[in-house]
């Protein structure tokens, strides 16, 4: 979609209709607020491309049913039902989100859209549900679990960068479902997550990069392959890393909370996305690659605005953990 005026006014509104869904103090108002801002990305989405018209419409699909269900589970807490308003509830949230196992229609969707959008969509979109999932006392370990191997288990067989980041983005909101148990700490994974995601995309974007053989075949300067590796690497978990940083804190709190199944499940799913994005990094810096491999050592100072990003958080997460 062009940045135009358009652009700009719908952008705006999303972001207040968001803040109104976060700062509201009745059912009402938070269901209005997540309308508002439904209604303000579908136009985003949908462009002069045709699969990105579908895209919107399935979009508009999905949210309609979620936010259906939710007004369901507000009637139910009215009327006082014996019948679980929260479950219902939390089960629509985790519809708009696209978590597992609610997570095909986001899939088929990414394909389609440009990268600011799907920005926006794995990113902005899912704060306002989350914080209301917050509000509730419902426990989401089912969702926890089913989200952790999925992300992790279907990430494997991927060839295209944009679902592997959107597999990724469902293991990484189980995580983020699982400090909201613990403490307001998931708003810090959040933003930290949307950092080494608007990282990986722009650099995609410049590359002009969709699938993992074309990390291989795209003979790019090595300051950007460079740059994509230590981003990968970052959204992967490897130490010293941001990206690290955060999973370590979620496990410690976890285990400390003597939540001892669900630490085993991420460490061991953290592994295998750990897999995956070491296969790209390798493809990308190792494989194919006309360019001369200890030359890249001389792009480092080109590359340092990333590598600076990733490591110099760790001080910094270490000073907010104690």
Known sequence: ????????????????????SMSANNWLIIWTGLEISIMSIMPMISNSNFLSSEASVKYFMIQSISSSMMMLGVLLLLINSKIDYQMILTSSMMLKMGIAPFHNWILEMIESVELMIMFLLLTLMKIAPLNMISYLMFKTNLFIFMSLLIGSLLGLSQTSLRKMMCYSSIFNLGFILASISLNSIWWFYMIMYSLMLVMILFLMNKMKINYISQLSLNENKSSLKMNIWLAMLSMGGMPPMMGFMMKLMIIQMMMTNKEFFLSIIMIASSTLVMFYYIRMSFISILLASSTVKWKIMNTMKSSSWIMMANITMMPLMLTLKT
């Open 1 to 20: 979609m062009t940045k135009n005026f358009n652009f700009l006014m719908f952008f705006h509104t999303m972001i207040m209709g968001t803040m109104m």
